[in-house]
């Protein structure tokens, strides 16, 4: 470990806290000999680091300390081996000139810094060992780090993950994303509702971060465009526009094992004019602040509601101000250590350029980067546009086209008027260009466009996204063939070679070597270490599977980690778990199509059997973690139905530790760190055809938790990695799916032909687990048999539950359940971000 940086000079703490430490010292402070003094202790270098960073960081002595403030002073240690590898990583970059990768999403979800940083650096033993002979706990200081709020759900975890791959593998590369002042929302359940509570997430400061004040650019909305002529022809500008100030907040993104320390930039709103006097000594005090205000708004909230149109407006104006200040900075380092005299100089340009657009949320990029290209720095039409095609990538992230973002026209015009305008020149060209290639198909010009004429006119940003990139990437392999066959399968045609896949991956440092520290040291001591930077090694415990010692270690972890699980739970919602029973868990975002109420189903249906005295069932807690979106109120409902059908069997004598249920509240990365490891059965039960690719799946699997799924997804590679014999894959296949639906799908006809579902559906019906409004659930019912069951759970409820029932048999055979486990975490190495990353690297952005 590098020694710390020359720091102030020692200082002698005491370790035992004082009741009446306030203002940063101790108000006893002991009395010491003036004949004698006792010998003080040589501190190692860490220990040095600590004590000093809490007197001269955290104006602290030991006996004042608050925890907060030890892990302050941990973090400020650990910081400064971060920071002297990142300016190295800084100067190498400039000195280099390589290729740079940015990659631009609305969200990024990063998780606790500490124990990750770390970890990275190789130095969490010793920091361990050094806040242990200062009388301080490592694990209750990392509990202390709150977790940064800059994402929901996968999405958001992907693009973390990918940071951290191209950290370890030493890509030049700059996440790019927006600095939200509130995360979405802090979720509690309350009378089984989910309630929405203000993410104050930065309540109290954040040391991993660095604020940018001379990183500042100017965002424009509202205006007019001008046009006049010019040697060139006809030129526009942009005129009376609104100004906002996007300001640069760095975070470090240390890679594992190495030296290599990339940044997350993400951007605050600021007011161009903090103040107004005027209005002040007027009285007004108001109006005073109201431009400072109305600014701040735009990085204030995660995904603010869009059901209004002033919530529309907002998320615009979210995408925009970060999309264009991560292109400003982009170019302006470019151009910091490249000429361009002449327009032929910007040819390097995609040389030295890469942008990934993670989704369609960025996707205004394209035009943005014409924007600045064409109107700012003077380049020809065409040339511009040849460089913006070279430059940009876009990954798509979901098949259905309801969740493809489109901007009314009217909305986009008065907002981003120059861009309304860019747009349609892109889209014009583009037309054109089909029109050529395929003549006489106005129906696919219609398809194609990127002007929806028929719903109102929008703007569709991921026809923008396709157009305006060299290379579309879906994320999984069924995913990115039924982008080819059906959601893009006109620009397949149009643009042969463009289409490909790239399988999502997880970071191992983050899901196994932070979040699993005793299954990552039992794989460390039968192979080595090498496989925490390099997942293919993992393959070697395979034939470990059939050692009955290691079977027997790697059973006392999981035991270890469900025992820490139930633990957390017991303190979050009371509920006591038996850590014997079988842990099925179902934790992402809440949305029907990812079916927890076909899980609900099962529940229910276990619940009757128990009732009806059934024999030998296995005892099985299942539980669940998720947000639902503020405006989405049917999986609103889906979460009150958890916590009331939890209600009714937990506190039911009859059925005792046979069966639990638990929702737990507030869903987030660290959270994530426990579920996962103490998961015995991971729930991937989306319809076929829906998800796109699942990170969640992936997580759990290298955690030792057998998946139960559909062939949805990852869950087709991951069926392919590990054998059929070792996952329970069941339902409706993709194809089956539209078949079933083509043919005219009657869910009725399951209703009245299976007894233990209608009896589940009856229950809910009749208000059995809502006594207090016994039409509460009639919509969740009415939504399955007379509205159509859109994603076919009805269907789908046999295979499952037959599914579910050979899940539990296998459970009761612990040791053979411990095998395939083992096989599962072997079997994962295609699902390391660091391979998805290669992919990238090699096959889109060349570096």
Request: aromatic share 10%.
């Amino acid at each position: 470990m590098t020694t710390p940086a020359k720091t102030p000079a020692k200082a002698t703490l005491k370790t035992k806290a004082s009741p009446k430490a306030k203002d940063g010292i101790s108000e006893k402070p002991k009395k010491t000999s003036k004949s004698k003094v006792a010998a003080v202790p040589k501190l190692s270098p860490i220990d040095q680091a600590l004590q000093n960073h809490l007197i001269f960081s955290s104006f602290k002595t030991n006996d004042a300390a608050t925890p907060r403030d030890w892990y302050d002073a941990a973090s400020y240690t650990v910081r400064d081996h971060v920071v002297e590898r990142w300016v190295k990583t800084a100067e190498s970059y400039y000195r280099d000139d390589p290729k740079r990768v940015y990659y631009l999403s609305l969200e990024f979800l990063i998780g606790r810094m500490l124990s990750n940083a770390a970890l990275n650096l190789g130095i969490n033993d010793e920091l361990k060992d050094g806040l242990s002979s200062l009388g301080r706990d490592l694990e209750n200081t990392v509990e202390m780090e709150t977790d940064a709020a800059l994402g929901n759900g996968g999405l958001g975890r992907l693009a973390a993950c990918f940071l951290d791959s191209m950290a370890t593998m030493d890509i030049p590369a700059t996440g790019y994303g927006i600095r939200y002042e509130y995360g979405m929302f802090k979720q509690t359940i309350e009378n089984g509702l989910q309630v929405e509570n203000p993410d104050n997430w930065l309540r109290y400061g954040n040391i991993w971060e660095f604020q940018r004040p001379e990183a500042t650019y100017n965002i424009k909305f509202y205006g007019n465009v001008v046009k006049y002529a010019s040697e060139g022809g006809e030129t526009q500008h942009w005129v009376d526009a609104e100004h906002v100030v996007a300001m640069a907040y760095d975070v470090p993104v240390p890679g594992f094992g190495g030296d290599t320390v990339n940044s997350l930039r993400l951007w605050s709103a600021k007011a161009a004019r903090e103040f107004d006097l005027s209005h002040f000594n007027d009285g007004n005090y108001e109006k005073a602040v109201q431009e400072r205000n109305d600014t701040e708004n735009i990085s204030k909230v995660l995904y603010p509601n869009d059901a209004s149109v002033l919530g529309k407006e907002l998320r615009l104006k979210q995408q925009y101000f970060f999309v264009s200040a991560s292109i400003q900075d982009i170019l302006r380092r470019f151009l910091s250590t490249h000429e361009m005299k002449k327009q032929a100089d910007w040819k390097i340009l995609p040389d030295k350029i890469a942008i990934q657009l993670n989704d369609t949320h960025p996707s205004i990029g394209v035009a943005e980067m014409m924007y600045q290209l064409v109107d700012v720095h003077g380049l020809a039409w065409d040339f511009a546009w040849g460089l913006v095609v070279k430059v940009f990538a876009y990954t798509n992230h979901t098949l259905m086209p309801e969740a493809l973002e489109t901007w009314t026209v009217d909305l986009f015009g008065r907002l981003l008027p120059r861009h309304l305008e860019t747009i349609y020149k892109i889209n014009f060209e583009f037309l054109h260009m089909v029109n050529h290639h395929f003549p006489g198909d106005p129906e696919l010009l219609k398809r194609v466009s990127i002007i929806d004429e028929s719903n109102g006119r929008r703007v569709r940003m991921a026809h923008l996204a396709v157009v305006g990139s060299h290379t579309v990437n879906g994320v999984a392999a069924l995913h990115s063939e039924l982008l080819k066959q059906h959601l893009f399968a006109d620009f397949d045609r149009i643009y042969p070679g463009k289409m490909t896949n790239v399988t999502n991956g997880i970071t191992p440092r983050r899901w196994l070597n932070q979040a699993n520290p005793g299954l990552t040291a039992l794989i460390e001591k039968a192979i080595g270490a090498d496989f925490k930077k390099d997942l293919t090694q993992i393959k070697k415990i395979t034939p470990l599977a059939n050692d009955v010692e290691f079977r027997k270690a790697f059973a006392a972890v999981k035991h270890a980690n469900k025992a820490k699980l139930a633990a957390k739970i017991e303190q979050k919602t009371g509920i006591k778990l038996n850590v014997n029973s079988l842990f099925d868990v179902q934790i992402k975002r809440i949305h029907e199509y990812k079916r927890q109420l076909l899980n609900v189903l099962h529940v229910i249906t276990l619940y009757n059997r128990i009732r009806s005295g059934e024999k030998g069932l296995t005892p099985r807690t299942v539980i669940f973690g998720g947000k639902a979106a503020p405006g989405y109120w049917m999986a609103k409902q889906i979460i009150r139905l958890i916590n009331d059908v939890a209600a009714i069997v937990n506190e039911d004598v009859a059925v005792g530790d046979q069966l639990k249920v638990v929702y737990y509240p507030n869903y987030e990365v660290s959270a994530a760190e426990i579920l996962f490891p103490g998961s015995d059965l991971s729930e991937q039960i989306s319809t076929a055809g829906t998800e796109a690719s699942g990170t969640g799946n992936m997580k759990m699997a290298l955690n030792g938790a057998l998946t139960i799924g559909t062939l949805d997804g990852a869950n087709v590679e991951i069926m392919e990695e590990v054998g059929d014999e070792n996952i329970f894959i069941f339902g409706l296949t993709t194809p089956q799916v539209a078949e079933v639906k083509a043919n005219g799908y009657n869910p009725n006809d399951y209703y009245h032909s299976n007894p233990e579902l209608k009896q589940v559906l009856d229950m809910i019906a009749d208000g059995y687990f809502s006594i207090d409004e016994p039409n509460r659930y009639q919509p969740i019912v009415d939504n399955l048999l007379k509205n159509g069951d859109q994603y076919l759970l009805l269907a789908d409820y046999a295979s499952y539950i037959e599914t579910q029932d050979r899940v539990g048999k296998l459970y009761q055979h612990q040791d053979e359940w411990t095998r395939l486990a083992i096989l599962n975490v072997a079997n994962m190495a295609k699902f390391s971000s660091d391979r998805a990353i290669s992919d990238y690297a090699k096959n889109i952005w060349h570096v």
